[in-house]
């Protein structure tokens, strides 16, 4: 069986990103990884870290239920993701799993997102694969991003109109992120009716390739 991993830097971003494409990967019997790095424990600076966490662990456990699609959690710390990471070496977890997985696809965050977890993550996605053996195709999604004004970078167009109520469906089950994910929601309804017309289809989810 193929598999293929989606790194996402909090719990909901890769659904918003490629929540479709993923409904897709499975349905064509594909192995679909995970991987969160953040719980994102600061979108609700009045709670507890731990309170937060827990409800954000289990809305994303529940959305890959929908999507049939495995997580692993890294538990890095929100809004300093980076720092984290090369303080706990993660570096071997994400090494180990591309080793043992051996993906066809991977999917990562674009350079671009403003968000500094967003970027952290894409550079280590560039770092970890240096490190390995991998001759997995790379693929970057935008979530903050509305546009992409510098990649040059070959785009697939991922036809997910049998797939993107699924979709909405499992970015509903983030009802922590519900005012906080407004303006994705917003966004990735845009986007997909904006990238299925360049396919001609209802739907579309847009990638770039890296390599």
Not at 54 to 67: F, I, Q, S, V, Y
Not at 106 to 130: C, G, N, Q, Y
Not at 140 to 164: E, G, M, Q
């Amino acid at each position: 069986m193929e598999n293929v991993i989606v790194f996402s830097a909090h719990t909901d971003d890769f659904v918003l990103g490629a929540g479709g494409t993923i409904m897709n990967y499975v349905n064509e019997k594909k192995h679909v990884t995970a991987v969160v790095f953040s719980l994102g424990e600061k979108s609700h600076m009045w709670l507890k870290d731990d309170v937060i966490k827990d409800m954000r662990h289990k809305e994303t456990l529940d959305a890959a239920k929908l999507l049939k699609c495995d997580v692993v959690f890294l538990d890095l710390a929100d809004q300093g993701v980076y720092a984290e990471y090369k303080k706990k070496g993660a570096n071997k977890t994400l090494i180990n799993l591309l080793e043992k997985k051996k993906p066809v696809k991977l999917f990562t965050h674009s350079s671009e997102d403003p968000h500094p977890d967003h970027r952290a993550v894409h550079k280590i996605t560039m770092e970890v694969l240096k490190k390995t053996k991998s001759k997995t195709e790379v693929y970057i999604y935008s979530v903050w991003n509305p546009v992409s004004f510098k990649t040059k970078f070959p785009a697939l167009f991922v036809d997910v109109a049998k797939t993107f109520k699924v979709k909405m469906k499992a970015l509903k089950l983030f009802q922590s992120q519900q005012f906080h994910i407004a303006y994705p929601v917003f966004m990735v309804i845009f986007r997909a009716i904006k990238d299925g017309f360049k396919i001609k289809k209802r739907y579309a989810e847009k990638f770039y390739r890296l390599q």
